[in-house]
Every structure is written in C-alpha cells, then in structure tokens.
C-alpha cells in the first residue's frame, strides 16, 4: 500500500470540486447503506406481525432489542478500528494496516465469544427485570436463544466495517451491507412461510446475514493486497494500547446510552402519551442520524489519513469540509421537517389525539438536526483523530453537568424540560469537541 498523493497547498481551495468528491465518495454510500437497514426491520416486523398472535412481535421485538443495544455498546470496535486504519492509510504502511486488522479482530471475537458464553445469563436476567408474560417470554427464548449464535461474527463485523471504512472503501461496505439485507429478507420470507419455522426462521435469518457479512468483508480484504498477514504481527503491546483506546470509547458510549434510557424511562413516567410522542419524536432523530452519520464517517477517514501522514493543514481542510456537508445535511433536515413534518407524523401514527400533541414538538424536530450536527461531526474529527479519551470526557461531562441538570431544573416543563435537555446535551458535546479541537489546532498539536 502506498501514499495517496496529497493536494498541494493550490489545492486546498475549499471550492475545488476533488477533495469534495473524495469525501462524498464514502459519505453516500454510507448513506445509502444506513437507509437499507430500516428497512430491513420493517420487513422483520411485517412477517412477525403476520404470525398468529402478537406474542411472537413482541417477544421478538423485545430480544431483537436487547442485542441491538449491546451490540451498539460495543461500537468502540468500529469507532476504534476506523480511526487506526485511516492512520495507517496516511502513513502508506501495509504492516500497521494489517496490524490494525489483527488488533481489531482479535479483540472483537474474544468480546464475541464472551457474549455467546454470557448470552444464557444475559437473558436469564432480562426476563426477570422485565417480567413478561409466558407466551411471550417463550418467543424470546427462542428468538434469543438462536441469534446469540451470531454474536461472534455481528463483533468481529464492526471491526471489519471500521477497518474497510479507514481504508475509504465504502462501496465496498455499502454492496455488502445491501446485498446482507435483501439476503436477510429473502431468507425470513422462505423460511417463515416456507418452511414455517416461525420466529425461529426469522432469528435464523439474521444469522446467516451476519456471517454472511463476515465472510464476504474477510474476502475483500483478501483482494485488496493484504492477503499474506503475519500473527507475529499480534503483540501485547498493540492491543494493550488500542484496550485503552477502546475503553475509553466504551465509557463515552454508556455515558450517552444513559442519557438515552433516561429519555425512554422518564418519557414512560410522564404517561402513556408522552412515551407514545417521544417514541414519534426518537423517529426523527434515526432519520437525522442517518444523514449525519453518513457525514461523520467521511470525516472519519479523511481525518485519520491526514494525521497518519503528519498533514495538519490537510487535516483541518477536511474539517471544514466536513462541516460543510455537515451543515448542507442538517439545514436539508430542518426544511423537510419544517415543511413534511406533520405528514411524516401521520404516516406514523393515525389517532388523530396523539397527532395533534406530537405536532405541538415539531419544533424540537426542526431544531434537533442544526443543533446536533455539530456534535456528530466533531465525534467523526476526533475518532479520526484517535483522541478517544476527549470523546469520553466531552460525554461525561455534557451529560454530568448538562443533561441531567438541565432537565432537573426544568422537570416542571414535564416532556419540554426533557427534550430541552437533550438539546442542550447536543449542543455541549458539540461546542466541548469544538473548543478542544480549536485549542489543539491553535497549538498545532492535531497531529500528535
């Protein structure tokens, strides 16, 4: 693997069209691959909701989540990867590429294997804290029971993902990603209503998806040149280095599903309706996630490239840049939700009560996407950056003394307090990354 050519100083003109092109080439794949996968539950939930009993979509529904939410805890191994392999893109050193490989991997399937060793527990003690009934209860052991077979490669996957994505290969991801998906459809509808294996074909699925997924990335990786990777290259030193880096991202990543849970719990508490008009409102913030998300991986790569080959000011060109598109996404969001807000809220729910008191937050909706680039921008910057220790602070700290202030003394404010809360926890995590980034920029320090 060798040196891209970098720009020349002419051409760091933020008009030209090439640098552009080169971060839009990994932003819409990802796009496009991010838009598959909402889709893929709708149709998980069709052929659920088209069983005998409500007992298999919730029971299902119920487990589905369960390992979605340990799964996204565990995207330090994506984050992680993603920032290493861009570095060493930059650097044009196939040794550390592979080494990032090997590291990555490793570390994932060990987590895998502990999750599937774990998996039995894990569910033992989900079913005593939520307590469902006993049909339902028997559908998640079912559906869990298969599924947690596929932990291994579903951890080893967010690896392979963040390591091709370093690599700026994002048709790559997004081919894999797509073809996964429609596989996972064609196998839930043959194997339910073919084979009439029920939530089990459904869970069944999914798996072959999964490793489907890993076999197909370990393949590419095979074709891109690194085909003839060392063990040896596997030290205790390297993995003792990204374990810290990845525990840091793994404290950042609770820190933030705290304050999600919070949403969803204190949403409950406030009644039934308001937990019905966040779980609407939550629906805007998946689709904005998917734009700026898409963004903030571009980012990812392009900064990390930069730092690998010691280019501060290529570095800090792609921030811009990044924020740039971030910007273009996140005014993109606010008009389409100012405009086609209430229609989006009647194609998601028809009681024409809860339409009217979810429409009375559409202001949130149009603030939420202008507010909340800013931080998923400067998350995608310093996961390129591999600074995972300031991405956890950043966290602790907006959710410390932001979030959970700011909705205490606004608790009287009821569903506003709480939306007003996050926010704030948005627009903290943003101006925090921001500052530090600015500070590191002004002591010339981006690329330490």
């Known amino acids: 693997m060798g040196n891209q050519p970098q720009p020349s100083k002419q051409a760091l003109r933020f008009w030209q069209w090439a640098p552009h092109n080169q971060l839009l080439a990994i932003v819409l794949p990802m796009l496009l691959a991010h838009i ?221 599903q705290a304050c999600l849970v919070f949403m969803t719990f204190q949403g409950l508490r406030l009644g039934q309706q308001t937990a019905a008009i966040n779980a609407i409102l939550m629906q805007f913030f998946v689709l904005i996630s998917l734009g700026l998300d898409a963004v903030a991986f571009g980012v990812e790569a392009k900064v990390g490239e930069a730092k690998g080959a010691e280019n501060p000011k290529l570095l800090n060109y792609f921030v811009k840049l990044g924020l740039f598109w971030s910007s273009i996404f996140a005014i993109g969001y606010g008009l389409v939700f100012f405009v086609f807000g209430q229609p989006i809220i009647g194609l998601l729910t028809d009681q024409e009560t809860l339409k009217t008191a979810a429409e009375e937050f559409l202001v949130i909706v149009w603030l939420l996407p202008l507010i909340a680039h800013w931080c998923f921008l400067f998350d995608g910057v310093f996961i390129g950056l591999t600074r995972a220790k300031a991405m956890q602070n950043s966290m602790i700290i907006s959710a410390g003394l932001i979030f959970f202030p700011a909705w205490w003394i606004l608790s009287d404010w009821q569903n506003w307090g709480l939306w007003i809360a996050l926010l704030s926890f948005m627009a903290a995590r943003g101006v925090n990354l921001g500052g530090y980034y600015f500070y590191l920029f002004r002591l010339h320090r981006l690329t330490d």
């Open 36 to 256: 598959t996968a909402p889709l893929i539950g709708l149709v998980d939930t069709a052929v659920l909701g088209h069983m005998p009993g409500s007992h298999f979509l919730a029971g299902a529904s119920f487990a589905a989540l369960l390992l979605s939410q340990l799964y996204w805890i565990c995207g330090f191994l994506r984050m992680s990867t993603t920032g290493l392999s861009a570095q060493a893109k930059g650097q044009g050193s196939g040794f550390s590429a592979a080494q990032v490989l090997y590291q990555s991997v490793f570390s994932a399937a060990v987590i895998g294997f502990l999750v599937l060793l774990f998996g039995d527990f894990l569910m033992q003690a989900s079913l005593g804290f939520s307590n469902p009934n006993p049909l339902v209860q028997g559908v998640i052991i079912d559906y869990f029971g298969i599924r947690i077979w596929g932990a291994p490669a579903a951890l080893i996957n967010l690896a392979l993902v963040g390591w091709l994505l370093g690599q700026q290969k994002a048709k790559v991801v997004m081919l894999i990603q797509i073809i996964a998906n429609l596989l996972n459809v064609g196998l839930n509808l043959l194997f339910v209503f073919g084979f009439g294996w029920d939530v089990k074909g459904v869970a069944a699925a999914s798996i072959i998806a999964e490793y489907f997924i890993l076999v197909s990335s370990f393949c590419c990786i095979y074709a891109s040149g690194l085909s003839r990777l060392q063990l040896s290259w596997l030290g205790l030193s390297a993995l003792k280095n990204m374990s810290k880096l990845n525990s840091s991202i793994l404290i950042r990543n609770l820190a933030l």
